[in-house]
């Protein structure tokens, strides 16, 4: 079983700085081949945005709300993506879910979407 777990949200002033992480389980590469690693945020009554994604070939994009102060990696060897996330604004608060896309390595024409629980991050002043 699949499992990816978010952590490192927090309460935190504007202008300030939380890295969150989200670790998948070692399953996860005898399972899919990671076409990408992402970061979406979600607040009350608004769709799930894409914040940052980072792809299999090192690639990164992010939101333009939060380019330059958002910053995606990766940890390969231990199937983890963090989200570096500095001059930090109220409109930053929401949930954030890590998600992890790609495609069975079993039956390959089978798309694979997992995702965390969500951590919460609040930006308060």
């Known amino acids: 079983q699949v499992q990816l777990v978010e952590s490192g949200g927090g309460s935190v002033q504007p202008g300030g700085s939380l890295r969150l992480s989200c670790a998948a389980s070692?399953?996860?590469?005898?399972?899919?081949?990671?076409?990408?690693m992402n970061w979406y945020r979600q607040t009350p009554g608004k769709a799930r945005e894409l914040v940052a994604g980072?792809?299999?070939?090192?690639?990164?994009d992010y939101a333009d709300s939060v380019k330059g102060r958002f910053s995606i990696s990766r940890d390969n060897a231990n199937n983890t993506v963090y989200l570096q996330m500095n001059s930090l604004r109220p409109e930053d608060t929401a949930i954030y879910f890590c998600?992890?896309?790609?495609?069975?390595?079993?039956?390959?024409?089978?798309?694979?979407?997992?995702w965390g629980q969500g951590t919460q991050v609040t930006v308060f002043p």
């Open positions: 998600n992890v896309h790609g495609r069975s390595r079993v039956l390959t024409y089978q798309i694979h979407d997992f």
């Open positions: 980072i792809s299999s070939g090192g690639t990164s």
């Open positions: 070692g399953s996860i590469s005898g399972i899919m081949s990671i076409s990408a």
